[in-house]
């Protein structure tokens, strides 16, 4: 039996606005806010079921998401095993949809939201 050495991954999220940025995440997306503003280096860990995000502070007034600065690609990538569940529910509280519920070319079963700073989020799956 191979060991396993990677358990899970976190995205970390540089933000000019972390308490906006935060506020979108907990109202549209129900994630829940745990702010560490006092820390050293100051962050806002954002929890949903198994997930995680880390919001930090940027030193710039935009966010630069990898579409605009590579040419394509999301800003994270989420698996979820029940996208039309999710995405109705991100619907119902206002997300932007940017690529609704379909399966992909490279055979995932997904949807995209674009969040308040311009950030591409994928939520999808492998198909089975």
């Known amino acids: 039996m191979t060991k396993k050495y990677l358990v899970l991954s976190h995205s970390v ?9 935060a506020a979108y995440y907990e109202n549209v997306m129900s994630f829940r ?23 930090t502070i940027a030193n710039t007034e935009k966010v ?6 590579y040419g394509y690609g999301y800003d994270a990538y989420f698996i979820t ?10 619907l ?3 997300a932007k949809i940017v690529k609704s519920l379909q ?18 989020i994928a939520f999808g799956i492998k198909e089975s």
């Open 13 to 21: 999220f540089p933000t000019p606005n972390i308490e906006q940025t």
């Open 33 to 55: 806010a745990v702010s560490y503003m006092n820390a050293k280096e100051p962050h806002i860990c954002l929890y949903r079921d198994n997930t995680e995000i880390i919001l």
């Open 64 to 69: 630069y998401p990898n579409r605009e600065l």
């Open 81 to 90: 095993d029940n996208q039309e569940k999710l995405q109705d529910e991100f």
């Open 92 to 94: 119902e509280k206002g």
């Open 103 to 120: 399966k992909t070319d490279y055979q995932n079963w997904e949807f995209v939201v674009e969040d308040i700073d311009d950030r591409w």
